[in-house]
């Protein structure tokens, strides 16, 4: 579950694609390939929600190793596997 907070983001969701902003919520089914990138002009926030637990895993790992794409996006793949992550390509434009 995605809820805005602020900026103004577009989304593609397996084969939806759609522009959302502060105040909306979407929600996505469990392994649907999806991206989003603020297409605003300030800073934006979203709040993730993301069921069952365990997830929370690869955020904390990614951190305390201080890793940050692109430059290490190696690690980071590497990082994703051990928790059913797959990159499937560049953010959207």
Not at 15 to 27: A, T
Not at 60 to 77: A, C, G, H, N, Y
């Amino acid at each position: 579950m995605f809820y805005i907070i602020s900026g103004r983001f577009k989304l593609l969701h397996g084969s939806h694609e759609l522009e959302v902003g502060p105040g909306e919520v979407i929600y996505l089914p469990r392994n649907e390939t999806h991206t989003y990138r603020n297409i605003g002009s300030e800073p934006g926030k979203v709040l993730v929600t993301i069921t069952p637990a365990g997830f929370e895993g690869f955020f904390r790992e990614v951190s305390e190793r201080k890793l940050m794409p692109p430059k290490d996006m190696q690690e980071i793949t590497a990082v994703a596997d051990k928790y059913g992550l797959k990159f499937t390509g560049p953010p959207l434009q």
